[in-house]
């Protein structure tokens, strides 16, 4: 079946770096459009940012623009998302979601198939 496993979120001080992991198996990888979401406790699950099949397609919350990177590695069914000028502001639950559709989306109901979520903790 199909599955999304996240991995690297920590705890990090504001300033300091982190890449997250997802994983997808079940599916052709290279052939879904693949995210990144966040959700802060007691927040909505918010966007972060979006990668078409290839490296050369992507999209980004303006609050993450400049800061954070989207790639993946089809070859090894991995998506990454490098975060760097980490602020408090950007603690919460990260997860990876796989697109329902074939174009970049911030919809989180045009995702069909979710990751756990992995913590990211960010201190002042």
């Known amino acids: 079946q199909v599955q999304l496993v996240e991995s690297g979120g920590g705890s990090v001080q504001a300033g300091g770096s982190l890449r997250l992991s997802c994983t997808g198996s079940g599916y052709t990888f290279a052939s879904k459009i693949m995210g990144w979401f966040r959700q802060a406790a007691g927040k909505e699950r918010e966007f972060v940012a979006a990668i078409a099949w290839s490296n050369s397609h992507t999209n980004y919350a303006d609050s993450v623009k400049g800061r954070f990177t989207v790639s993946r590695d089809n070859a090894n069914n991995k998506m990454y998302l490098q975060m760097s000028s980490l602020n408090p502001e950007d603690t919460a639950v990260y997860y990876c979601?796989?697109?329902?559709?074939?174009?970049?989306?911030?919809?989180?109901?045009?995702?069909?198939?979710w990751g756990q979520g992995t913590q990211v903790t960010v201190s002042s």
């Open positions: 979601a796989r697109a329902s559709v074939m174009f970049l989306t911030g919809r989180s109901d045009l995702y069909d198939q």
